[in-house]
């Protein structure tokens, strides 16, 4: 068996320049996000896993237990999950960059919740928590191992693409994530 399987995909740069003028849709009744002030690595493993787990999400499950506490640790980073009903139902992470803009570094639902109409809810919710910082900036990226409905939301929110570029990932055959059947190998 390979050390390592190459994914080939094309990632997409985004970016927000303003925050949205209109109306932020409203998260349903029995469900909320609640930013986190210091997680787990435990629970964090488990937001990133569940969430990523069909999509190729490879990097944060190759870093160290010490790595991860120091990231999530940084004041520069926050974690916001969302819950249904009191169970985690997804996550996103803000990164503050020194030029002023946030990243949003991961979203993501859980697969119970996929198709239950909170995704572009949550999202909005983690651009107007962004925006509330006012920064110069929003970015995030997505890529072709992502959930086909990422593309179209960013998009939605008010993101524009800014650039392409073709990557081969070398994930650790250790890993054994599900890779979807769309993409090429490297």
Do not use: K, Q
Request: aromatic share 10%; charged share 25%.
């Amino acid at each position: 068996m390979p050390d390592t399987i190459p994914v080939t995909v094309e990632v997409t740069f985004l970016r927000m320049e303003a925050p949205p003028a209109d109306p932020a849709p409203p998260l349903p009744d029995g469900v909320g996000v609640l930013r986190l002030p210091r997680p787990t690595v435990g629970f964090y493993r488990y937001l990133y896993d569940t969430v990523g787990r069909d999509y190729c999400w490879w990097l944060r499950r190759t870093v160290s237990d010490g790595r991860l506490g120091r990231i999530l640790a940084d004041p520069a980073v926050s974690i916001h999950v969302l819950y249904r009903d009191g169970e985690p139902a997804g996550f996103y992470e803000l990164e503050r960059r020194p030029d002023r803009t946030i990243n949003l570094g991961y979203f993501g639902l859980m697969p119970h919740v996929i198709g239950a109409g909170l995704g572009r809810p949550f999202l909005r919710d983690a651009v107007d928590t962004a925006w509330a910082e006012r920064p110069d900036g929003l970015t995030v990226n997505t890529c072709t191992a992502d959930h086909p409905r990422a593309m179209p939301n960013y998009l939605a929110a008010g993101f524009t693409v800014t650039r392409r570029v073709r990557e081969e990932w070398p994930i650790p055959a250790e890993l054994d994530l599900r890779l979807p059947a769309s993409l090429p190998p490297g």
